[in-house]
């Protein structure tokens, strides 16, 4: 039985960390190609190369992969060899590219150039198909039923094929990265879970309205700026956050400080709306969350209290004071009238 490989983009970070020349020193260009074709097209185009290692020359080994969703949602391609074909979504068995090692001087560029073939029959399935091609440091090896491969960086291809193809979305989940409503400050991070429950790749965008208690529209987000793709029967998460300074810069700042920096106060209702599709369907959602500073409501409050106690001490006084003016005052017209009555 065939050992699967799958290769996520995190394992491929983990040995650039480790290996200090190669794919990391690699610049691909573009980083995707998206195609619209019927059965029976043949697209030709081209990879950008460029060596970015000051010294030394560089070979690069061209493979083609198949790839995939990740199940951590995270959106990250999980490839997989050219003979292992997912819910026939594949790609990699219609690219046709040169496979011999490719060697670049320091500070030079070179092109691969590609084609894709889309057959034609009942056997190609309508919809997105999903391939890539990735740039090695080392030549594949076949180690018994497995593919072995080194540090690489690939260049990712999304077809779409004409035909009954089927663009359903729908929003798993929309809520927050911390699950509560009650907040002391900002930043107020949100996570949007999209699901492609149709046959082809979808682009959902849109924007998040954040109100406050009497409707006033006081931030506006974009959603998936990036225009990233949610694959066929997958879910992928968006994360976005409304903020005034980063927590970076907040980083050594006091919880206190943070209340100051990144203030909101109150009720707030959130409004997602999002467009997907090659016809721009619809869809929204709503939550709401509350803000409560209680730091700065304490000292504030504190304040206030002081602040009305001197108030209320200084009125006291100085009514008893107006009281003793005005007892003085009654006793000198007293006396002033036995004076008189004496003479």
């Given at each position: 039985m065939k050992r699967r490989l799958f290769i996520s983009f995190f394992g491929l970070?983990?040995?650039?960390?480790?290996?200090?020349?190669?794919?990391?020193?690699?610049?691909?260009?573009?980083?995707?190609?998206?195609?619209?074709?019927?059965?029976?097209?043949?697209?030709?185009?081209?990879?950008?190369?460029?060596?970015?290692?000051?010294?030394?020359?560089?070979?690069?080994?061209?493979?083609?992969?198949?790839?995939?969703?990740?199940?951590?949602?995270?959106?990250s391609p999980q490839f997989y060899p050219p003979e292992e074909d997912q819910m026939g979504r594949g790609l990699a068995q219609w690219i046709t590219v040169d496979?011999?090692?490719?060697?670049?001087?320091?500070?030079?560029?070179a092109n691969l150039q590609f084609s894709i073939n889309v057959p034609k029959g009942a056997d190609?399935?309508?919809?997105?198909?999903?391939?890539?091609?990735?740039m090695s440091t080392s030549p594949p090896s076949i180690e018994g039923n497995g593919v072995g491969v080194a540090s690489q960086l690939s260049s990712i291809m999304?077809?779409?094929v004409s035909g009954e193809v089927r663009e359903v979305g729908g929003i798993a989940e929309f809520g927050f990265a911390d699950p509560q409503v009650w907040y002391n400050h900002l930043p107020i991070d949100f996570l949007l879970r999209f699901e492609n429950s149709g046959n082809v790749h979808l682009r959902p965008t849109g924007?998040?309205?954040?109100?406050?208690?009497?409707g006033r529209t006081v931030e506006s987000l974009r959603v998936n700026p990036e225009f990233k793709s949610v694959l066929p029967m997958s879910i992928r998460k968006f994360t976005f956050g409304w903020t005034k300074e980063s927590e970076d810069s907040l980083s050594r700042s006091s919880a206190l400080e943070k209340e100051l920096r990144n203030f909101a106060?109150?009720?707030?209702t959130a409004q997602l709306v999002l467009n997907y599709g090659?016809?721009?369907?619809?869809?929204?959602?709503?939550?709401?969350?509350?803000?409560?500073?209680?730091?700065?409501?304490?000292?504030?409050?504190?304040?206030?209290?002081?602040?009305?106690?001197?108030?209320?001490?200084?009125?006291?006084?100085?009514?008893?004071?107006?009281?003793?003016?005005?007892?003085?005052?009654?006793?000198?017209?007293?006396?002033?009238?036995?004076?008189?009555?004496?003479?």
């Open positions: 970070l983990a040995v650039l960390v480790l290996l200090p020349r190669g794919a990391d020193a690699l610049t691909i260009s573009p980083p995707y190609f998206d195609y619209s074709l019927n059965p029976g097209d043949t697209v030709l185009d081209v990879i950008k190369l460029y060596n970015e290692s000051e010294t030394g020359t560089e070979t690069y080994y061209p493979i083609v992969m198949n790839f995939g969703a990740s199940e951590d949602e995270g959106g496979t011999s090692p490719i060697t670049i001087a320091a500070q030079e560029r190609v399935q309508p919809g997105g198909h999903y391939g890539a091609i990735l999304l077809v779409r924007n998040l309205m954040i109100k406050n208690w009497y106060l109150g009720k707030y090659s016809t721009n369907q619809v869809l929204t959602a709503t939550r709401v969350f509350y803000v409560w500073p209680w730091r700065l409501m304490a000292i504030f409050g504190g304040g206030l209290l002081i602040l009305l106690l001197g108030f209320w001490n200084f009125k006291r006084n100085y009514d008893k004071s107006l009281l003793r003016r005005f007892e003085r005052m009654k006793k000198q017209v007293d006396q002033s009238k036995k004076t008189e009555d004496k003479e």
